[in-house]
């Protein structure tokens, strides 16, 4: 996980002047979702662009184990296998949390985030006030291609935990590669340092990068668009 946060900061140099798309991308592969910036929790999953599955080259045998890479649709097989003792489990018992968020994540793992998305969505629902569970909801929802549901979900997790570091900075990430909201992300990283003062200096130092860079592209008060409006 160290190793990608300097990968991250590393990468500032080739960026254009207003826009952070690459460093944010290597940022989503860092810690979307995983409550990387505080406790660099567990290995990321691996960023699917929104509204699409990971591209999975074919595989001729059909069998990852001989080496050939998985398609899409073996990965899923291969999830729905994984799942298929807990949802067995949640016959007999369907509202709970632990169970429909251990299924989440398979099926995260797998790619298959809308899938990924409704049972995380369960998991909340049994568990309303868990900062880490909307947060992965989010990272899920967004991977599907709903922003705006990852957004709301990042809200609501800041109504009842309004300093969490990692809502912060998903809702930046999201803000910025999702509606391509420069100052949405910028508000919520200042917010995050702020509240967060004790984050680690090489994190610290990291997110102020990624915040001066969103920061070059707010819309400057008073300032003349490239028509000659204001």
């Known amino acids: 996980m160290e190793n990608q946060l300097r990968t991250a900061q590393g990468?500032?140099?080739?960026?254009?002047?207003?826009?952070?798309?690459?460093?944010?991308l290597l940022w989503l592969a860092a810690g979307l979702g995983i409550g990387y910036v505080l406790h660099g929790a567990g290995p990321a999953?691996?960023?699917?662009?929104?509204?699409?599955?990971?591209?999975?080259?074919?595989?001729?045998?059909?069998?990852?184990?001989?080496?050939?890479?998985?398609?899409?649709?073996?990965l899923k097989q291969m999830a729905d296998k994984k799942a298929a003792p807990l949802k067995e489990k949640l016959k007999s018992d369907p509202k709970n949390g632990e169970l429909l968020a251990q299924v989440g994540a398979i099926y995260n793992s797998a790619h298959e985030y809308e899938d990924a998305a409704g049972y995380y969505s369960q998991s909340v629902q049994a568990d309303p006030k868990?900062?880490?569970?909307?947060?992965?909801?989010?990272?899920?929802?967004?991977?599907?291609?709903?922003?705006?549901?990852?957004i709301a979900q990042l809200n609501e997790c800041l109504k009842f935990d309004p300093s969490n570091a990692n809502a912060l900075f998903d809702l930046g990430m999201i803000r910025l590669e999702g509606k391509q909201d420069a100052k949405g992300a910028a508000a919520a990283w200042r917010r995050l340092l702020k509240l967060n003062p004790d984050l680690s200096p090489e994190r610290k130092a990291a997110v102020e990068k990624m915040l001066a860079q969103a920061s070059a592209g707010e819309p400057r008060k008073g300032t003349e668009s490239h028509d000659g409006t204001k």
């Open 45 to 74: 999953t691996p960023p699917a662009a929104p509204a699409a599955k990971a591209a999975m080259p074919a595989s001729p045998h059909g069998n990852a184990g001989n080496g050939h890479m998985p398609t899409a649709n073996e």
């Open 11 to 24: 990468a500032e140099t080739v960026l254009e002047p207003k826009r952070v798309y690459t460093l944010a």
């Open 130 to 150: 868990n900062a880490a569970l909307r947060i992965k909801l989010a990272s899920s929802l967004f991977r599907s291609g709903d922003a705006d549901g990852a």
